[in-house]
Structures are given as C-alpha cells and as structure tokens.
C-alpha cells in the first residue's frame, strides 16, 4: 500500500510503499486483547503481602483452657477470625506474567499498525530530525499538525534534539523502533512513523 509522506513542517515529501502483511492485515479484536493483556501482567507489580498466622505479632500461648468455659475451643490469638489475627489465603508476593509466544507477539504488533492503517490515524514523516532541542519550537509544531495524544516511533535511535525537545510536551511519547509495542499503538490516537521507523519495523516484522 502507498501511503503519502510528509515533513514536519506538514510540506509534502512524496510517498512510501508500505508492507500490506504488515499495515494491510484486517484487524483482529481478539489478537489486541490478548498481546494486551500479556504486556500489562508483565508490568504489573505483585508485591502485595499480608501476614499469615505464622507471621503476625502474637503470643502462640492457648487463649483459655479448652473444656469447661462454654465457648468455642481456640488455639491461639493469632487465628484469622480473632481481630489482628492473620490473613487466611491472602495475597502474596508472586509475578502476575503469563507466557505468549513470540510469533503470536509479532502477530500482535502488525494487527495494532494495521489497525492504525485502517483508521486513519497513521503519519508518515521523513524525519524528526531538529537543529535545535527547543520545547516551545516543537510544541507549536506539534499543534499545527494537530497530534494531540501521538506516538512518533524513530529508527533505530532517536533523534537526540528531538527526544529532549519533546521530552516535557504533554501527550507526546517517543520510541526507537525497537521499543514499539501495542499497548502504546493502540493507546495513542495518532502513530506518526519516520521513514527509517517504518523500514526498521518492516525489517522487524518480516
């Protein structure tokens, strides 16, 4: 598929032949969710603990004798039903990671840029490449080109200027080709692809 370039001033810089296997797939729902899924049980944290009996600051000693008060027959202060006592099956500290096979992951990433494809939310640039690191410059830009919550994935490096340009710009986030993922695709209601991005992803994906 040809998809029209431009430059960041919005001037028009030709065209590019983008991979259809890659930005021409029909979207599959079903393949996002679960590349989603998998990507943020991978981040999450997990180190939510509560005490078990055996951890809780507690006398062990028997709390009265066992026949002859009436009551129930208890062991302990330390038992789950008795105020401060432990937790019974609460959580512990654990990894929330599931696996996901790296060919379904691929697959993923092409269904969330053909998905971007299809909506229309996909930019192609030559470059972002900038003479100087100004915020403000960049900023105005930014605006003018109406991105408001955008990804830009470079090539293999990041322009220097424009990484510290862009690094205080509200709903601007910045990636190398290598750190694209779909849950920031899909998050983003624009994609702005570089050139050498776009050729780093198909050289990827392939």
């Known amino acids: 598929m040809k998809a029209d370039v431009i430059k960041l001033d919005s001037k028009a810089a030709g065209s590019i032949d983008l991979d259809d296997a890659i930005f021409g797939l029909e979207p599959r729902a079903d393949i996002l969710h679960r590349v989603v899924r998998y990507q943020l049980a991978k981040r999450q944290a997990g180190t939510h603990k509560v005490k078990t009996r055996s951890e809780v600051s507690y006398s062990t000693k028997k709390i009265y004798r066992q026949k002859g008060t009436g009551g129930a027959r208890h062991g302990a202060r330390s038992a789950p039903i008795f105020r401060g006592g432990g937790v019974y099956k609460g959580p512990k500290v654990r990894s929330h990671a599931h696996d996901l096979t790296k060919k379904f992951r691929k697959l993923g990433l092409k269904h969330a840029l053909s998905a971007k494809a299809t909506a229309g939310e ?85």
């Open 122 to 206: 996909l930019v192609i640039v030559e470059s972002v490449d900038l003479k100087n690191a100004k915020t403000k410059d960049l900023a105005k830009t930014v605006a003018n080109l109406g991105w408001k919550k955008a990804l830009i994935i470079d090539g293999a490096d990041v322009n220097e200027n424009f990484a510290l340009a862009s690094r205080n710009i509200d709903g601007l986030n910045v990636l190398p080709s290598q750190g694209a993922n779909v849950y920031d695709i899909l998050k983003a209601t624009t994609l702005v692809l570089t050139k050498a991005g776009a050729e780093a992803l198909e050289a990827r994906l392939k």
